[in-house]
């Protein structure tokens, strides 16, 4: 081989191994992109999904913007793209932007214990469970961390644990908070009293960390919950149609629970439970401000965010965190506290860590999570690739909508 060709083959196996992409850029193949308009159609008419909505951006351009289905089939009211949704947890990235703001901002250190701020997490208890089946409580080893709640390892669940009698006689259990009389703050502090499930920082805990987070975020800023968000995140973004509570000229744009019943049919979700009806989303109390779970948005909103956190931070001209913060947040916390297999999770979301073990179509590093309505969300650094996916299905038990979709997109990544 000529001196010359054998150096430009060396080159180009060196560009092959720092990109993975031999001769050629990498392309999200629009052709095989309708893949997903079919995959989602056909789950309407299977009657697994009322409708959905998915919005695709890659390389910080949106190239799928796609809606169908019903928002209401006994109305209706088509499912369209800026169709309104419950997301519940996904709220939690939010909430956990904000506190890394206020780092930068020098209002707080998430190394810090939350009962700095919050006093009442100074001293906190935990119910460990005995042989005879009951529980003894004691007091937590040491102050719960601003970052064992980032990262869900304060012990904190939704009250479904040892001490699961107690939570229920306060009336503090589920995600739920939208038809709730008092401020998140005085439930926040009503939560402290009660023991934990585990010892801070020795197991993940799923549960109302992020909620607690809302109240430090309202205590360190001297804002309400939904002012700080607005100000901070929702008006540099451009994300017009995020909120706790919806104003009354949105009320016709928020998508109907459906769920799947015991037969796999699906059906209206009851009204007269307001979780699942329209609920206390239109016409609720509008005093609980849930960091955990209580925001609504549409998948061109939720985008925006995503697409911001891919970008290290910043969205056209609009900066919300500093790229290191981000780089901080998209890495795996956990160390050797158990996770799902081949994941860890980051602040406030899960990160890829081995797809292998993971077992799912995607890359190292991708960052995910979603919400109780079936909503779903990822962003894959690697592949430069933002998904926002959004129905409302609850229950969504033996749904296979989210993983059929996931492998659709990945498909067109050529």
Not at 212 to 241: C, N, R, Y
Not at 285 to 306: N, Q
Not at 339 to 354: K, P, R, T, W
Not at 359 to 384: K, L, N, Q
Request: charged share 20%.
């Amino acid at each position: 081989m000529p001196l010359f060709s054998h150096r430009f083959y060396i080159f180009t196996l060196l560009i092959w191994a720092a990109t993975g992409t031999p001769f050629a850029e990498a392309r999200l193949a629009p052709e095989l992109l309708q893949r997903v308009d079919a995959l989602l159609e056909a789950q309407v008419a299977a009657g697994k999904i009322a409708g959905a909505a998915v919005q695709i951006t890659y390389r910080g351009k949106i190239v799928k913007s796609f809606a169908t289905g019903m928002a209401d089939r006994e109305a209706g009211i088509a499912l369209l793209t800026d169709t309104i949704f419950r997301i519940a947890s996904q709220t939690k990235a939010i909430v956990s932007s904000a506190v890394m703001m206020l780092q930068e901002r020098g209002a707080l250190v998430i190394a810090e214990p939350v009962g700095k701020y919050l006093p009442e997490y100074m001293h906190t208890t935990v119910a460990v469970t005995q042989p005879d089946g009951g529980y003894e409580v004691v007091p937590a080893d040491r102050a719960i961390t601003i970052h064992d709640l980032l990262t869900h390892t304060a012990g904190i669940s939704y009250g479904n644990g040892p001490a699961a009698a107690l939570w229920q006689e306060a009336g503090i259990q589920g995600w739920y908070f939208a038809h709730r009389q008092e401020p998140v703050r005085e439930t926040v502090r009503r939560i402290a009293a009660l023991p934990f499930d585990a010892q801070p920082g020795e197991q993940f805990v799923y549960g109302y960390n992020t909620d607690i987070l809302g109240a430090l975020v309202e205590v360190t800023s001297g804002q309400p919950l939904d002012e700080f968000l607005a100000e901070h995140i929702f008006g540099p973004l451009g994300m017009q149609d995020t909120h706790f509570y919806l104003p009354a000229d949105k009320y016709h744009r928020l998508a109907v629970v459906y769920g799947l019943n015991e037969e796999g049919k699906l059906v209206r979700s009851p009204e007269a439970s307001s979780m699942a009806g329209q609920g206390a989303y239109t016409d609720g109390p509008r005093t609980s401000f849930s960091g955990g779970a209580g925001l609504l948005s549409t998948v061109g909103d939720y985008s925006k965010f995503l697409e911001a956190l891919r970008n290290g931070g910043k969205l056209g001209r609009s900066r919300i965190l500093g790229r290191k913060s981000v780089e901080l947040m998209t890495v795996n916390h956990l160390g050797d506290i158990p996770f799902n297999s081949g994941m860890g999770f980051g602040l406030g979301f899960s990160i890829v860590e081995d797809l292998g073990a993971q077992g799912v179509i995607g890359s190292v590093g991708t960052f995910a999570w979603g919400g109780a309505y079936h909503t779903v969300y990822w962003v894959d650094p690697r592949e430069e690739l933002v998904v926002s996916y959004m129905t409302q299905l609850l229950p969504a038990t033996g749904s296979d909508d989210g993983s059929k979709l996931r492998a659709a997109i990945y498909a067109a990544v050529q």
